[in-house]
């Protein structure tokens, strides 16, 4: 029995990659989609040959809106698992100065996913099945100073998958949402991340794969940080705003 | 950031770059004066590190092409073992050659020439390699093989990553029935009696023994000969024949802290001491094994390297000419077990025949052996690099991390012709890691 697709949105991230290959080996077909995505012809072939199942590449830019039901309805069939790794998330103190790169931020982690999820969710309804998987941040649990411009959109998008849960649970579509600590990838290359809060890719991956099968909600990938976001939601905001953190 | 080798030593504070295009590499390798390529760091010491530009390859890790009738692999270079097994061994394809973890890169295994319980019949790492492609100082990738480029070639295989960085390779798999192993163990009671168990199983693929070092007189070099043979599928159960490669190995256990450094120690006397006496019958028993605990027994703790403790652990592994082997393992063993220095377990192989510029295997007999790290044992260390040099005998790279310039020198005068190679063709100033430094090389 060939089993039906999984989309990956942002295909060319680490974490991306590691979820690919996550539902690649449990016998599922991928579809890579991001901008220039001819660049990941290594990373299909690779996924064919080690996993023997196929993949196809598409072209998706999250903050084309307009193109999104066109790039829904040219793919080869409808998944049955979509997920969102797009993000992007800038320099905190060239967002604060560039209202452009700013915008950027706010729109690459919230406008474009939420719209591409939101598209995907409606033709799930039709069908009447599916999981939409996507990956917010703990940092839209809290603003915080060192990243409030690229936590806020988390923060958005957060609420949107809530919403969307709550929209699409009785018409037996599924959404997670994945608020990750920190992850050892591209975007954190080059900072001083403490090991133990820090998630490999293959691990986000892993825990998504479970939560999908498990139609668990909102799920943290390392347990610690839900007591952590715990705690830092509830400190008093006349405590927090003098806090560095 | 600090970076080390396997052994956990020595630690030292190096830059490292995790480039992740082939682009950025080229250009990375042409604009750093010095550097070494690093794959997944099981080398024990310091062959994988250079202080100033250290080139992690675990982003070049795809495979790109499977010739399902020869079973030849095409991959990038920072491809785990692990994951060429996970691919292709339900697919009835297994390495032909494999060192002792699975956890080590397709580069590493190449630039170490890695050798396997199987030496002796398949030869070294070398033999299943069809061609390599390799970034040299000025970024331009060069295609060898036996063929093509054959100096480079017969430089790389076993050079320690010190004539450029491979990029990618094409090797071999051997064509499997199943992922079982038939292990037979022979009990042996001295060096001697091994050693004649070696000489009369030539014909078995795999053989290793392993010697309790605590054993003296007529014990001394008392050991367990382990021999394996893949399973054909015919000989399966029923069961097992209709899934022959689910053997079914999720086994992980890791080791969170440092532990007190006899604790390793006393484990594995203990496992040894319990085999031995149940093989006490003194006659060969069989078994059936999967693959994993077969061929990776210790894989399955997961950072076991820190059992040694905080101070790290060194592994010396020499390799003794056949003509001289009895009287210079006698000699090694006797200094070993005199010195009770906390190694109790050695692993005792024999190679064959090895015809290569700089790779470690030559046809005679090799002993590794573990010791934590401490003022005795590097001096007992050191005692013992002067029993094999007196008995004709080399050092593995792949596993030093003490040995002095003069040593390697004395021990392997392919060492000096290696590094005027090394000079000659200006990589000298190109790769270095801060084992080469070391070694003068
Ligand atoms: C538990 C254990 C058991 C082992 N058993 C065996 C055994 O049975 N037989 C055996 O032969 N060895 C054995 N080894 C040693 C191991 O196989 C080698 O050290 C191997 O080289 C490690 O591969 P790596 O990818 O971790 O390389 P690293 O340790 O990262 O590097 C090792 C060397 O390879 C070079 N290198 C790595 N990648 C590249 C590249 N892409 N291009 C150029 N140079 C490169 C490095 O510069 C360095 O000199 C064992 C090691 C352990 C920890
Ligand atoms: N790393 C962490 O610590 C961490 C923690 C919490 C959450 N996350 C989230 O995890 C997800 C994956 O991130 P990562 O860490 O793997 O970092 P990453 O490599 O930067 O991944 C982000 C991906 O989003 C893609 N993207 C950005 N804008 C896009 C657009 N307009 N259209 C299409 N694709 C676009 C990028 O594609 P291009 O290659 O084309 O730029 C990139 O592949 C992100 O949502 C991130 O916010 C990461």
């Known amino acids: 029995m060939t089993k039906a697709p999984v989309l990956i949105l942002g295909a060319r991230s680490d974490i991306g990659k590691a979820i690919a290959h996550k539902f690649a080996t449990l016998g599922h077909p991928i579809q890579l989609a991001a901008r220039a995505v001819e660049t990941l012809e290594p990373e299909k072939v690779d996924i064919e040959l080690r996993h023997q199942i196929a993949v196809t590449l598409h072209e998706f830019d999250a903050l084309a809106p307009g193109t999104h039901e066109s790039f829904i309805s040219e793919l080869p069939a409808l998944p049955c698992i979509a997920v969102s790794a797009i993000g992007f998330m800038g320099d905190q103190p060239v967002n604060e100065k560039n209202p452009a790169i700013a915008i950027e931020v706010m729109r690459s982690n919230f406008e474009g996913p939420a719209n591409i999820l939101g598209a995907l969710a409606n033709h799930f309804v039709v069908r009447g099945s599916g999981t939409l998987v996507g990956i917010s941040s703990v940092a839209g649990e809290r603003g915080r100073a060192t990243n409030y411009i690229y936590g806020s959109a988390k923060a958005g998008f957060t609420a949107f998958l809530s919403g969307l849960r709550n929209r699409l649970t009785k018409l037996d579509v599924h959404v997670v949402t994945v608020l990750p600590g920190f992850v050892a990838t591209q975007m954190t290359e080059g900072m001083d991340l403490p090991a133990r809060l820090t998630a490999q890719p293959s691990e986000v991956a892993d825990a998504i794969a479970l939560a999908v099968e498990k139609k668990q909600n909102v799920i943290y990938v390392r347990p610690i940080w839900r007591f952590i976001m715990l705690i830092i939601r509830n400190i008093p905001e006349q405590i927090f705003k003098r806090m560095k953190i | ?441």
């Open chain 2, 1 to 441: 950031m600090k970076v080390s080798g396997w052994g956990r030593y020595p630690v030292l504070e190096a830059t490292v770059h995790a480039p992740r295009s082939e682009h950025a590499l080229r250009e990375m390798i042409k604009s750093t004066p010095n550097l070494i390529a690093r794959g997944n760091g099981r080398s024990y010491g310091d062959s994988a590190i250079n202080r100033s530009a250290t080139i992690q390859l675990r982003h070049f890790n795809r495979m790109i092409a499977f010739d399902s009738k020869t079973g030849q692999l095409v991959a990038e270079s920072g491809v785990l073992l692990a994951d060429i097994i996970t691919a292709f061994l339900p697919r009835g394809w297994f390495p032909i050659v494999t060192p002792g973890t699975k956890f080590v890169t397709l580069g590493g295994m190449i630039a170490a020439d890695v050798h396997g319980k199987n030496h002796h019949k398949d030869g070294s790492f070398e033999k299943c390699v069809d061609w390599i492609e390799i970034v040299d100082a000025n970024g331009e990738v060069i295609r060898c093989s036996r063929h093509e480029n054959v100096a480079l070639w017969e430089w790389t295989i076993g050079g320690m990553g010190l004539t450029g960085v491979i990029l990618r390779a094409a090797i071999r798999l051997r064509s499997v029935e199943t992922g079982w192993i038939k292990q037979t163990t022979i009990p042996a009671q001295n060096l001697v009696a091994a050693m004649s168990v070696f000489e009369k199983s030539q014909d078995a693929t795999y053989s290793v023994a392993w010697i309790d070092c605590l054993g003296t007189g007529e014990q001394l070099g008392r050991s367990l000969v382990m021999l394996g043979e893949h399973v054909k599928n015919a000989n399966l159960g029923q069961k097992q024949a209709n899934a022959p490669f689910d053997t079914n190995t999720e086994r992980k256990l890791s080791i969170p802290l440092d532990f007190p450094s006899w604790s390793l120690n006393r484990f594995s006397i203990r496992a040894f001491n319990a085999l031995y006496y149940w093989n006490g019958l003194r006659k060969p028993s069989e078994q059936i094994v999967d693959w994993d605990s077969y061929f990776y027994p210790l894989d399955a703790i997961l950072g076991w390297n820190r059992i040694y403790g905080r101070k790290g652990f060194a592994q010396f592994q020499c390799v003794i000419p056949l003509e001289q082997s009895r009287a210079g393992l006698t000699e090694l063993l006797e200094a070993i077990s005199k010195a009770g220095a906390g190694s109790f377990l050695a692993v005792l192989k024999k190679f064959g025949k090895q015809e290569s510029l700089f790779s470690f295997p030559m046809d005679g007999y090799t002993l590794a052996l573990d010791f934590p790290i401490n003022k005795t044992t590097l001096q007992l260390m050191e005692h013992l690099d002067g029993i094999a040099i007196s008995h004709g005998g080399r050092f593995y790279l792949a596993k030093d991390s003490r040995m002095t310039a003069q040593t390697l020198r004395a021990s392997d005068n392919r060492s000096a012709d290696f590094a005027t190679m090394r000079e000659d063709s200006d990589l000298r100033n190109a790769f270095q890691s801060a084992q080469s430094e070391r070694l003068d090389i």
